[in-house]
């Protein structure tokens, strides 16, 4: 069963609407007890790193999460600010984040790129993993932040905006995709596609 975290900042409904497109059942969690029977689960993100955060707090998520990600082998998918949060740090609003990857999250220079980058961008996809496209492909961005992961093996993809960043991650059964992959067209619905068929171990 498919959950999709529901929480203030987030945008479970168009994550939703994408899955019921694709011809899959899915169900919102905005609870520990709805997370039971997950065999996948999708943390969407719209907002800030701090807003996240503190949904997750309030609605006592954190540590059901990491008991269904890291301890059981869940699925898990983070999308745009969903992914920023695997990481330790973010620099918006100096928030301490999930840490389940090793790295930090920081601004996009004003001075040398548009803050916000908010737009289509291509995405060179450098590690093979289950849900890698067969091709490299643009997907839809809205983020004035970007992960620096400290593990160079857990960029799964990335992508040039006045220098390359990790628009993807991938460690064993957790994904991440800066890019919205429920707004990336055809291109994001082949990748949510892939995840969701995805087994657990």
Same mark, same amino acid.
Request: hydrophobic share 40%; glycine share 10%; with cysteine.
């Given at each position: 069963?498919?959950?999709?975290?529901?929480?203030? #900042?987030?945008?479970?409904?168009?994550?939703?609407?994408?899955? *019921?497109?694709?011809?899959?059942?899915?169900? %919102?969690? *905005?609870?520990? #007890?709805?997370?039971?029977?997950?065999?996948?689960?999708? $943390?969407?993100?719209? =907002?800030?790193?701090?807003?996240?955060?503190?949904? $997750? *707090?309030?609605?006592?998520?954190?540590?059901?999460?990491?008991?269904?990600? $890291? !301890?059981?082998?869940?699925? %898990? $998918?983070?999308?745009?600010?969903?992914?920023?949060?695997?990481?330790?740090?973010? !620099?918006? &609003?100096?928030?301490?984040?999930?840490?389940?990857?090793?790295?930090?999250?920081?601004?996009?220079?004003?001075?040398?790129?548009?803050?916000?980058?908010?737009?289509?961008?291509?995405?060179?996809?450098?590690?093979?993993?289950?849900?890698?496209?067969?091709?490299?492909?643009?997907?839809?961005?809205?983020?004035?932040?970007?992960?620096?992961?400290?593990?160079?093996?857990?960029?799964?993809?990335?992508?040039?905006?006045?220098?390359?960043?990790?628009? #993807?991650?991938?460690? =064993?059964?957790?994904?991440?995709?800066? %890019?919205?992959? &429920?707004?990336?067209?055809?291109?994001?619905?082949?990748?949510?596609? *892939? %995840?969701?068929?995805?087994?657990?171990?």
């Amino acid at each position: 069963m498919i959950k999709i975290i529901d929480y203030k #900042a987030g945008n479970a409904p168009s994550v939703m609407h994408a899955i *019921r497109h694709l011809g899959h059942s899915a169900d %919102f969690a *905005r609870s520990a #007890a709805d997370l039971e029977g997950a065999t996948h689960i999708i $943390l969407p993100g719209v =907002g800030s790193a701090g807003a996240t955060m503190n949904s $997750l *707090r309030e609605l006592d998520l954190l540590a059901p999460l990491q008991s269904a990600v $890291l !301890e059981q082998g869940v699925l %898990f $998918l983070g999308i745009c600010v969903g992914m920023q949060v695997l990481f330790q740090h973010s !620099e918006e &609003e100096d928030t301490p984040c999930l840490g389940w990857l090793e790295g930090k999250v920081v601004k996009f220079d004003r001075g040398q790129v548009r803050v916000p980058q908010m737009g289509w961008n291509k995405v060179d996809f450098v590690k093979p993993t289950p849900c890698t496209p067969k091709s490299d492909d643009y997907f839809y961005f809205v983020n004035s932040y970007y992960a620096k992961p400290t593990d160079g093996e857990n960029i799964w993809g990335q992508t040039d905006y006045n220098g390359t960043f990790a628009s #993807a991650v991938q460690k =064993g059964n957790v994904y991440g995709t800066q %890019f919205h992959v &429920e707004k990336s067209g055809k291109a994001g619905l082949a990748l949510l596609e *892939r %995840f969701i068929c995805l087994q657990k171990d």
